[in-house]
């Protein structure tokens, strides 16, 4: 213990005969910490605090009727994204601020220097806090005025462009929708038309029952001409064995209707058919057409038939040619119906087989054309769907573009102006001062250690036998005179000035900033 208190009583001595350079060091950081403090411009401090509301009583009611936006996530975007270079640059045109900057790279670097000034913080409680520092108070105060309007405007203004954007492209997607609908009903409208037979319903539809009745039709058919062949090879069977029975020539002339009776009666059957499928059907229906083709041909030939008996007749009056035989007359006139009987017959039972041909076709092509047609069906249905959904989409979109319109959504209310403060926030001077007096004690004590260390001195007996590492045999006292006395009392008072003139400078530096503050 007694060797520490030693060694400090030896660094001590050291440093007080080193005191002056301490002092010196001490006074040229006071001078260089006054001058930098002096030159620190005053900072002033705008700011302004601005309450969103997000929520709304309407939430509730308008649940499901309108597209409600995320409100709370909207302000974090834009609290987030809001102090970007685009908007900076734009907050120092509305501020005049760009007018301080003579070249490009200035102004990048004011830019930079205002997005690392401006504090944007807050978000609980929906409560957000704009500062700003400025050498300029009322500079300051207006570009946080201008940044409390920008946030407030962006805020409003993306909600609406986002709804007017969304409500565009739902408007475009509808109309693009109502061009596919309209081309799929037309597709499906020619398309029935181009197939109109085959997507019959009823009984044009009934394939099956359509072809078993033609195939009994057509076995009936078949039946008649087989009969009226057999008739046919009879008469031509007569006509060519000569097997004629003879008449009296002086029978009296037949009427025109008496000579042709089964053409009048098969004339008049066909008539009848063609009044009863009439009643069924159309002019253009097969059986219908046939019918009237097999009447006129049968009235052609009782036309040419009562033309020959008449034409015979006067022959035989004129007594030219050979005597004619009536009842010849009549077998070639019901050979001759024949004949036509069997054409017509033989013209039917093509006219079936052609319509079951055509029937069982469109039975093997319904299914293919029903798929298609299923299918171009189910397309349009599922473009309605959506068609349907984009409109409701719409209505809601509109719905909640009215209702953010009418400020149902984010509310920005201004709970604090922007204001800026009388005073500067920085620097704080008082304290700055006082870290310059430490700083400067500091380095007059660390300056009078450190120049000791280099340059020792010997101030007693064990010092000198530590340095010298000689034994010390004694050692002899120094008498001061008066005039050494009054040279040391001169040096003590010259140093203790000038620590004084220290003090007091940094005391009137202290007394000077508080009344500048306090003024």
Known sequence: MDELLRQLITILRGMWHRRWWGLAVAWLIGIVGGVVIWNIPN????????????????KPLISGLAIAPNINQQVAMITRTLVSRPNIEKLMRTSDMDLLARTQAEKERMVDQLM????????????????????SPERARRV???????????????????????????????????????????????????????????QSGNYFAQIAALTEDLNRVNLELR????????LKQQLESGDVPSMLPSLPTAPAAS???????????????????????????????????????????RKQAIEEHQKARKEEGKGGGAPTNPVFQQIKIAL?????????????????????????NAAKRRPEVEQQIAQMERELAMQRRNYDALVARRQQASMGQEVEASGI?????????????????????????????????AGGLFTSFAYAQVFPTVADTPTLRQIG???????VSMLMSGPMLRRRRIYHAAFGSAVAGLMAFYGGWLAWIAWTLNK
């Open 43 to 58: 900072r002033y401090e705008a700011s302004a605090r601005v309450f969103v509301d997000t929520d709304s009583l309407l």
């Open 116 to 135: 690392r000034d401006i504090r944007f913080a807050g978000g609980r409680d929906n409560i957000y806090n704009i500062s700003y520092r400025d050498t």
């Open 144 to 202: 946080v005025q201008n940044f409390v309007s920008m946030f407030v405007e962006t805020g409003l203004g993306d909600k609406r462009r986002d709804a007017e954007s969304a409500i565009r492209f739902v408007d475009d997607q509808i109309k693009n929708f109502e061009a596919r609908i309209e081309e799929s009903e037309r597709r499906i409208r020619d398309f029935r038309l181009a197939n109109m037979e085959l997507l019959g319903t009823g």
């Open 227 to 234: 009969s009226a062949e057999q008739s046919r090879d009879a």
């Open 259 to 301: 000579l042709t009776p089964e053409l009048d009666a098969r004339i008049e059957a066909q008539k009848r058919q063609v009044d009863e499928l009439l009643r069924r059907y159309t002019e253009q229906h097969p059986d219908i057409v046939a019918s009237r083709r097999l009447i006129a041909q049968l009235e052609a030939e």
């Open 336 to 360: 001759s119906e024949a004949e036509a009987n069997v054409a017509a017959l033989r013209g039917r039972v093509g006219e079936i087989r052609s319509r079951i041909d055509r029937l069982q």
């Open 409 to 441: 959504g984010a509310e920005f209310r201004l709970i604090e102006p922007p204001r800026a403060s009388p005073k500067p926030v920085f620097p704080d001077r008082m304290a700055m001062v006082l870290m310059v007096f430490g700083l400067a004690i």
């Open 469 to 475: 590492n000689r034994p010390v045999l004694g050692s």
